[in-house]
């Protein structure tokens, strides 16, 4: 079994910055990549930005030089750190990573949500 525990979403200012925090727990082996996709309010769910294993990152070209996504391996975390936010970003924010488990073998994991609020 495993867990995927985001954190770090709320309200803020057009302009302001946030930092959101997925943790990997359970039966791990390993994780490849690791990303942020995020949902706003009709419309489809898009990716946001993913690193590999080997810290390599990418970007959608709505958040490239604003937002950064970061991997602590020993801590099976993500992070994503958002700056220069605008109404535009509000959206449900989910982490998604590529897991090798004990247990499962490969597998998919996504985390529960967490909601980005970006107006003044």
């Known amino acids: 079994q495993v867990q995927l525990v985001e954190s770090g979403g709320g309200l803020v200012q057009p302009g302001g910055s946030l930092r959101l925090s997925c943790a990997a727990s359970?039966?791990?082996?390993?994780?490849?990549?690791m990303g942020w996709y995020r949902q706003a309010p009709g419309k489809q769910r898009e990716l946001v930005a993913f690193?590999?294993?080997?810290?390599?990152?990418n970007y959608a070209d709505s958040v490239k030089g604003r937002f950064t996504i970061s991997r602590d391996n020993a801590k099976n975390t993500v992070y994503l750190q958002l700056n220069s936010l605008k109404p535009e970003d509000t959206a449900v924010y989910y982490c998604?990573?590529?897991?090798?488990?004990?247990?499962?073998?490969?597998?998919?994991?996504w985390g529960q949500g967490t909601l980005v609020t970006v107006s003044s």
């Open positions: 690193i590999t294993s080997g810290g390599s990152a």
């Open positions: 359970g039966s791990i082996l390993s994780i490849n990549a």
């Open positions: 998604h990573m590529y897991i090798s488990s004990r247990s499962s073998g490969r597998l998919e994991a």
